[in-house]
């Protein structure tokens, strides 16, 4: 019996295939056990976990969680029917399928909600999100199911059943119970999935066994076809796959024999991988108006949750975020978070944010949110230093970017700059500021420590009273120390200098950098101060 | 008091040695190797590693503070712990903005930021633009400084002595309006030990006769080439005034800075 299911397996052209006489389940084991010394074991290429969602439309509601009991209702036809139940719409009774009129009757207290495509494609996408947790290879099979290529991640979650367990726990954290099984072909996985039977298939020749007693409805074939399966005695994929081939196509379609063909694994199965989002982008519709700023943290802490999640899978971190608050009648209001390095950590996120909402006037209450990350960087993670802070010379060497961002959350961002050293000789364009987000190089020393040079430079010279051709300052002659030392620029540099510096000290005590004009009206200036 | 609980070990070494009593004073306890037999050492290391206890207050000899020091011997001489404190609030009084303040620190800014792994070296609220040339030449590392110009100034040197992110903070509070109170020297002073930060406070003389929990204070006044530093308070430290003269004084000369 059991060398007659393996026989058939691979058979391609099946109106020759000999019709079996007796059709039953297949038992595995023994079979695993004598094929393993009598033939060399076939590892499977790829290896699939299929994730159905059964109660996806109801979880996508968010509802907060309850006694009643929920059901979601879709609209066909003419009459309302029930979609999805949950499980305790279910044990009292109520199924999908069921008109609405039926279930009210059954349970008054039902409570009804109609479908919401787009955040269940929302959830959808979120999960598969998560889902790269495990591998780069997830596909969407909307509207309610997810398949993980994971042949090459299984050692790196200790096998099979540990990492379908860790799938598992992953949909749970995310809110959403997931039926999950695995397959060396992805219809297959996404069958037993559907079936609810959970299988976990690695070898290809196991994969018939299993696969023979699922049930057609979990294919998805339209209902009229399934019908007339049905009314000749065919109502599993086994008995479908004993079936001549070229009647089957003639009878029921090609494309259902290709979708056949394909869950046995005979032919090949492409999925598209899904791609991430780029940006992060949510919006957060409010309960209640909100005028507070703490409350409008509060209500954005979640979806600052969801963006630190999203970054984490992503590797990457963002250095713009844009929290945009929509009121009744006044335009929007937007607050941009710029950091100095890329971030992804929302609480983060959440501290900085507070310090730019408390800094904003609203003109009205806040009727919704938006976050919206700018470009993702790829992140390299921070390693943490072995001693505390200050010990041991230990501490951030990194960046430690969150002061930085901090202070600019709350003074601008122009407020917080670092200095660097320019090429020029004339004294205002040697310095310039600089932004802190780039590591810079040791500045160049060498030239400057030749010259007398200030502390501090006044921004724009002052020009200085003068008493018999010397400079004065607070009532008092200033004492010339050091100079001249002559600084001139060329005419073509705009405006250029002409000037004769001098290093003084006022009557307090007090050394001044000092020049006068080359040019009359020789008029003196100060410069800076030595400090 | 030292002196008195100290005949322990000694009456120990005359019962083992036959009385060649060992005078360790608690001054020279590290130092000085006892000669006698080997528990004497054993005892008085022991007595060292008990006095070094964090909770014993020793007077004048308080020596376990982190410090850096200040480029200046005599100055250093002076301050507990040989430099200025790495985690405490340091006010230096000036009688009026450029007596010197900044030449004072500039040693021990430039020993903060050449570290290898040197943290972040703020400057709150600065009145004028610091001007980067020459703080280049004195050996101060650009890329470990940054500015903050923020209309609460004080806000912002919390924040970053708090953060732990800093070496040294430089704060800049002239302005008479934005002048702090005692408590909140005391809150500044509470923030540097939690971030481990040096901070600095620069303040009007007129500040002197309040009081302050800062660890250190300190006048600077300008003279013909250096400063006049008095110590104010000093905790655990010498008090009086000290002349200092500037390195830099004769730069017309490449070579004078000796770095």
């Known amino acids: 019996m059991s060398s007659r299911a393996v026989r058939t397996g691979p058979a391609r052209s099946g109106s020759v295939r000999p019709r079996p006489s007796r059709i039953e389940p297949i038992p595995l084991f023994p079979v695993q056990s004598r094929q393993e010394t009598a033939a060399p074991v076939v590892e499977a290429r790829e290896l699939w976990v299929g994730v159905h969602l059964p109660w996806l439309p109801l979880e996508a509601l968010r509802c907060p969680p309850s006694d009643t009991p929920r059901a979601i209702v879709e609209l066909q036809g003419q009459t309302q029917y029930i979609a999805t139940v949950c499980e305790r719409a279910a044990r009292l009774g109520v199924r999908p399928g069921m008109s609405m009129a039926a279930a009210l009757a059954l349970t008054p207290q039902l409570e009804m909600h109609s479908r919401d495509p787009q955040r269940e494609q929302q959830l959808l996408e979120h999960l598969a999100a998560r889902a790269q947790r495990f591998t780069p290879r997830v596909s969407l099979v909307p509207p309610e199911g997810l398949l993980l290529e994971v042949k090459g991640s299984l050692h790196l979650f200790g096998g099979a059943e540990e990492l379908c367990r860790s799938v598992e726990r992953e949909c749970l954290a995310a809110g959403v119970k997931p039926l999950l099984s695995l397959a060396p072909v992805p219809l297959a996985a996404l069958a037993g999935a559907r079936s609810g039977k959970g299988f976990i298939v690695t070898r290809p020749t196991h994969l018939m066994g299993h696969l023979a007693s699922l049930p057609l409805t979990t294919l998805r074939w339209p209902p009229e076809i399934l019908q007339r399966l049905k009314q000749i005695g065919v109502s599993t994929i086994g008995e479908a796959l004993r079936l001549p081939r070229s009647g089957f196509a003639r009878r029921f379609g090609k494309a259902q024999l290709a979708m056949l063909d394909r869950v046995a694994g005979r032919d090949a199965d492409l999925r598209a991988n899904f791609q991430l989002r780029e940006r992060f982008r949510r919006r957060h519709e409010l309960l209640h108006e909100l005028e507070h700023h703490e409350a409008i943290l509060a209500t954005l802490e979640p979806v600052l949750q969801e963006l630190g999640q999203f970054l984490k899978a992503r590797q990457c971190g963002i250095t713009r975020l844009d929290c945009v608050l929509h009121h009744r009648h006044a335009p929007h209001t937007r607050c941009i978070l710029r950091l100095a390095a890329p971030a992804a950590n929302a609480r983060h996120f959440a501290k900085l944010l507070g310090e730019k909402l408390a800094a904003l006037s609203l003109p009205e209450p806040v009727r919704s949110c938006e976050l919206r990350s700018g470009a993702l960087i790829p992140r390299a993670p921070a390693t943490n230093s072995l001693w505390q802070l200050g010990e041991h010379g230990g501490g951030p060497c990194v960046e430690a970017p969150e002061l930085i961002e901090h202070l600019r959350a709350r003074l601008g961002h122009d407020a917080v700059y670092g200095l660097q050293v320019l090429a020029s000789h004339c004294p205002e364009n040697a310095w310039g500021p600089t932004d802190l987000s780039v590591r810079r190089q040791s500045a160049e020393r060498a030239p400057w420590q030749a010259f007398q040079r200030p502390l501090w430079l006044l921004p724009v010279p002052r020009c200085l009273n003068e008493k018999e051709g010397l400079p004065r300052r607070d009532g008092g002659v200033l004492t010339l120390l050091a100079g001249p030392e002559r600084i001139e620029t060329g005419w073509w540099e705009g405006a250029g200098i002409a000037r004769d510096y001098y290093v003084a000290r006022d009557v307090h005590g007090v050394r001044l950098w000092i020049f006068r004009e080359r040019i009359a009206p020789h008029r003196w200036f100060l410069h800076g101060v030595f400090g | ?259």
Request: include cysteine.
């Open chain 2, 1 to 259: 008091m030292i002196d008195t609980a100290f005949p322990l070990s000694q009456s120990a070494a005359s019962g083992i040695t036959g009385g060649t009593g060992v005078a360790v004073s608690a001054e020279s306890g590290t130092g000085s190797p006892a000669p006698a037999a080997e528990n004497i050492g054993t005892a008085s290391s022991g007595l060292d590693q008990l006095l070094q206890h964090p909770a014993i207050w020793r007077g004048r000899s308080i020596a376990r503070v982190q410090s850096v020091s200040t480029g200046f011997p005599a100055l250093d001489e002076a301050l507990p712990g040989g430099g200025w404190p790495r985690a405490g609030l340091v006010e230096l009084l000036i009688p009026r903005f450029g007596a010197g303040e900044l030449y004072l620190l500039l040693p021990a800014l430039a020993a903060l930021t050449q570290q290898h792994s040197a943290r972040w070296c703020a400057w709150v609220s600065p009145p004028l633009d610091p001007y980067a040339p020459a703080l280049a030449a004195h050996g101060v590392e650009l890329g470990r400084l940054f500015i903050a110009q923020a209309n609460s100034p004080l806000w912002a040197f919390e924040q970053s002595l708090v953060s732990g992110a800093c070496d040294a903070v430089l704060g800049w509070a002239v302005q008479r309006a934005l002048e702090p109170h005692a408590r909140d020297i005391r809150r500044l002073q509470l923030a540097a030990e939690k971030g481990r930060t040096l901070g600095v406070l620069f303040r009007p003389h007129r500040a002197a006769r309040e009081s302050s929990s800062a660890v250190l204070r300190v006048v600077v006044e300008p003279l013909e080439d250096g400063a006049r530093v008095t110590l104010l308070k000093s905790r655990g430290g010498h008090r009086g005034a000290l002349d200092l003269t500037w390195t830099h004084q004769n730069e017309n000369s490449p070579r004078s800075h000796g770095s």
